[in-house]
T-cell receptor, first 110, second 112 residues
Framework: SQQGEEDPQALSIQEGENATMNCSYK?????LQWYRQNSGRGLVHLIL?????REKHSGRLRVTLDTSKKSSSLLITASRAADTASYFC??????????FGSGTRLQVQP | DVKVTQSSRYLVKRTGEKVFLECVQD?????MFWYRQDPGLGLRLIYF???????EKGDIPEGYSVSREKKERFSLILESASTNQTSMYLC???????????FGSGTRLTVV
C-alpha cells in the first residue's frame, strides 16, 4: 500500500470555507511535501515541512506535521474556486525519491 | 522559474512499438524522475537518476528503460508498448537535498 494516504478521497466545499486534508504515512521521514494538480496537468509543489518542524505557513496554506502519529494536515483557508484541484502528500524517507499518496480531490463551489 | 518540458502532451502508439518519452529541464538540476499516474493508484515511481549516465529502478521498472546522456535530458523508453502501459507519464526534476520537485505537464500515452 502507499506510504502516504490522503483523507478524505474527495471533498466538496463552498467558496470562502476552509478545506482540510489529511495525510498518514507508515515509516519515518526526512520531510513531507504537499503538491497540487489541476486536472490533466503536472503537479505543482506547494510546501515542504521537515521532520523537526511542527507547523508551516505559506499564504493561505497551513501545514502541520505530527511525527508521533505519522500524520500531516493541509489547511486551505478562505477557499476559492481556483483552488479546485487534486492535492497530494509526498514523503521523503531518504529512499532517494518521493513516495506519493493517491490524493484528495477538492471541489470548491462558487 | 525552473521549467520541465515533456515532448508530447498526448501520444497514441500501437502495441509492440518502441516508444520514447523525452523530458528536458533547464535549471541544472541533478535529480530527475519518471512517474506514471493511474486513477486510484496515485503516482508510482518508474526510474530515477541522480547524475548523468546514472539510473536507478523505482517501484515499477518492468517494461521500461531510461537514458540520461546529458544532465538536462532524461528519456523514458517503452521497449515494446503494451496496453497496460496506457497511462499519464510525469517527469520531474529537483536539486539535491531538501527541495521540492518541479514537474512537467505530463504525457498522456494511449497504447492501442
Amino acid at each position: 500500500s502507499q506510504q502516504g494516504e490522503e483523507d478524505p478521497q474527495a471533498l466538496s466545499i463552498q467558496e470562502g470555507e476552509n478545506a482540510t486534508m489529511n495525510c498518514s504515512y507508515k515509516t519515518s521521514i526526512n520531510n513531507l511535501q504537499w503538491y497540487r494538480q489541476n486536472s490533466g496537468r503536472g503537479l505543482v509543489h506547494l510546501i515542504l515541512i521537515r521532520s523537526n518542524e511542527r507547523e508551516k505557513h505559506s499564504g493561505r496554506l497551513r501545514v502541520t506535521l505530527d511525527t508521533s502519529k505519522k500524520s500531516s494536515s493541509l489547511l486551505i483557508t478562505a477557499s476559492r474556486a481556483a483552488d479546485t484541484a487534486s492535492y497530494f502528500c509526498a514523503t521523503d524517507t531518504g529512499r532517494r525519491a518521493l513516495t506519493f499518496g493517491s490524493g484528495t480531490r477538492l471541489q470548491v463551489q462558487p | 522559474d525552473v521549467k520541465v518540458t515533456q515532448s508530447s502532451r498526448y501520444l497514441v502508439k500501437r502495441t509492440g512499438e518502441k516508444v520514447f518519452l523525452e523530458c528536458v529541464q533547464d535549471m541544472d538540476h541533478e535529480n530527475m524522475f519518471w512517474y506514471r499516474q493511474d486513477p486510484g493508484l496515485g503516482l508510482r515511481l518508474i526510474y530515477f537518476s541522480y547524475d548523468v549516465k546514472m539510473k536507478e529502478k523505482g517501484d515499477i521498472p518492468e517494461g521500461y528503460s531510461v537514458s540520461r546522456e546529458k544532465k538536462e535530458r532524461f528519456s523514458l523508453i517503452l521497449e515494446s508498448a503494451s496496453t497496460n502501459q496506457t497511462s499519464m507519464y510525469l517527469c520531474a526534476s529537483s536539486l539535491k537535498g531538501d527541495y521540492g520537485y518541479t514537474f512537467g505537464s505530463g504525457t498522456r500515452l494511449t497504447v492501442v
